[in-house]
């Protein structure tokens, strides 16, 4: 392990350090040393929180290797973008004060002071959206033409305001139209549905022939206003440098994993950093830096910060007669990563797949 805190000293990455991060060039990149209890421990521990795998291999299989791999280097390259839009709501305008241009400018979305809305940089998301003053206005519904009432859809379907229909009514069905209904004494009696009428009034107008204009509320008219709608986001792109040791275990381990920083560069565009003695690592800061996502055209950047972090990974191989597995312990918060464990009894069909979850 020794060998690894040496090197983790020997890299001191150029450029400035705004925010710093964890790394310091006077600390070393402590290593832990596994011993074997503490590994089997952390393996049952594991398995405990997998309902459908068997404690007995991490429990007596014996431990036949604890490796310290290489360290892997864990990229990333977050852009942090500020996104704004317009959107227009419209409700039905019960008469009143509207805050409307004569009172004062409407400003554009971009012209609006948000500073009080601000998040922290780098925060994975976060959505305000409010009202621009100044911006409302009504206007004449469309729907039912400022009348507040259209024909309605039941006995006037498809008609205009000019060619409805009052009193339409429908035969009734429990007497079908006669009006009375026949007794086992074969007088007849009054059908209590239509009243002896034989016919029932529409049920949603009441055989008016109009109801309520739903969009407007019977208002005749709608105060429309705009709302801005800004969106903080941060974009990261990653990397791992996995080694030959470790490219079994997803990429997702490792960024999920804790590692000690060697670089945190924060700047308006990253650029890749430099590391004085090391081409894989200069190599890996390019290519992070490379493939920064797609900013969308609607949103402007604010900063980006780029960090290289490294993660160490002990691989411990365990064996029973002629079988065996391997598990990897990774970052300073010992994840562990089990690739063939062999007492599984499901197959996909529950939660167990899903270590992610964890
Ligand atoms: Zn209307
Ligand atoms: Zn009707
Ligand atoms: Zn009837």
Known sequence: PLL???????????????????YQPSQGVRRDVLDEVEVRQMLIEHVGHRCCWGSRPARTWKITSIKDCCDVYVGTLETFIEQRDTIFEREPYHGGEVDGRDKGPVLGVWELDLRSEFPPLFVPEKEVRFKIPHSEFTEKCSDCEGRGKVPCPTCNPGRQYGFYMANQMTQCSVCDGRGSLAQQDESDKVCWMCNGQGVLPCTECGSRGLVT????????SLLTQSIARVRWETLTARKVSATAETATVPDEVFHRAQGVQLCNIQAYQCTPAFFAD???????SSEVVASRLPVPPSAIVISERHIIS?????????????????????????????????????WGLCRCFEWLGN
């Open 4 to 22: 690894r805190i040496r090197m983790g000293l020997a890299i001191v990455p150029q450029g400035p350090y705004p925010y710093g991060g964890d």
């Open 213 to 220: 204009c739903r969009t407007c509320n019977g208002c005749g």
């Open 278 to 284: 090391s081409y894989p690592l200069n190599q890996l």
């Open 310 to 346: 490294v993660v160490p990974v002990t691989r411990v191989t365990m064996s029973h007669r002629k079988r065996s597995f391997i598990f990897y312990v990774v970052g300073y918060g010992r994840d562990v990563f089990v690739r063939n464990y062999p007492s599984r009894f499901c």
